[in-house]
């Protein structure tokens, strides 16, 4: 039900990533899921599969998800982003995009999808060194606490 990559720093490359992928898509119960591909040797395309590969998990309700200083490019983003929005029954979100090329346009692909969440305990998300403004930031931050209305929620973002 838990399944725990960490590959940041490794020789861990696109065979065994292309290995990953399709083991994450027959796993639909999973329930946990942490992926740690900082500065990993593996390609940005099959980092896309694996992250595709865990929409799969139709029972995942924690993800944890690093890229930090992981080269993407804007489209690559912006699919990963939109990808995080299939997972409406999540109820944990962490994630790492520090020193990645995560903009505005992101963000607000991101924070219109954590809004839709529906089981939503605790959202957290990293962007140091990312390219979104920090008025961007402290406006969803603002628009989160007044949208979830739920004073349980953690909602924490670090810029």
């Known amino acids: 039900k838990s399944l725990v990559l960490d590959v940041q720093w490794t020789q861990f490359g696109d065979e065994a990533a292309q290995l990953l992928a399709r083991l ?7 329930s946990e899921l942490t992926l740690n591909i900082n500065d990993s040797q593996i390609s940005s395309v099959n980092c896309l599969k694996i992250i595709q590969s865990a929409t799969q998990a139709t029972n995942l309700r924690t993800l944890e998800l690093s890229l930090q200083n992981f080269e993407l490019s804007s489209p690559e983003l912006t699919e990963i982003t ?5 997972f409406r029954k999540i109820s944990s979100v962490t994630l790492d995009l520090k ?4 903009d505005d346009n992101h963000a607000d ?13 605790s ?3 990293s962007l140091d060194g990312t390219k979104v403004s920090e008025a961007k930031l402290e406006f969803y931050n ?5 949208e979830l209305r739920d004073p349980s929620i953690s909602i924490r973002i670090d810029f």
Do not use: R
């Open 142 to 146: 603002e628009k989160l606490m007044k």
């Open 123 to 125: 959202f957290a998300v």
């Open 99 to 102: 020193g990645t090329n995560f």
């Open 82 to 86: 939109e990808l995080l929005g299939t």
């Open 109 to 121: 692909i991101l924070f219109k999808n954590v809004v839709q969440y529906e089981q939503l305990t």
């Open 24 to 30: 994450l898509s027959t796993q639909p119960n999973l």
